[in-house]
């Protein structure tokens, strides 16, 4: 089963996907680690991707598109993935379908995770994250054990400082902008689900659970 989760930053997709992957099995395809690690490792398309990164531009469409699909690749053909985060945009998802289709993947779910500026804004102004390993935490939903410090992999964590409330909401905005006509798409191909973001954890937890359990036994 493969599925995807789309939704602004604040919706807390970024927590379900980490808790839904350890359960189901599922492979955890985040595209900001796996273009973090395609360029650390120097493949081809992450070496392209740091041309990109290095000027400060944002990587295009379908290098972001060939890392995923490196990614899913890897993997034994039996895997089952979670894309986080992913496609932003028509233009991705089309060429994503393009991917599937090639390796005979075939895309079951895609969840859009809905929330309100407010709560969003609640949950984006206390993270703080890894720069190591990309870890995250929050002062009031994630602390990590000991004060400042990754629980994953020991180093020093950082208060994200892109998150306050003016540039939350102008995020929230650009990104219902861009993605209108990519949940119209998923709609009308009948794969879409909204989840009530404004929900707490393990509310959405069960929402988006039973889906998953209804359209494994169907
Ligand atoms: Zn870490």
Redesign the pocket.
Known sequence: MNVVFLGPPGAGKGTQAETICREKGMEHVSTGNELREAVQAGTAVGLKAKEYMEKGLLVPDDVVVDIVADCMTKGDHNSSFLLDGFPRNLAQAKALDGTLKKLEYKLDNVFYFAVSEETAVKRLTGRWT??????NYHELYMQPKRPGV??????P?EQRSDDNVETVKKRLKVYREQTADLIEYYKERGVLNTVDADKGVDDMHDEITAVLETAAGS
């Open positions: 890894c720069p190591s390993c990309g870890g990754c629980d994953k992999c020991d180093k964590i």
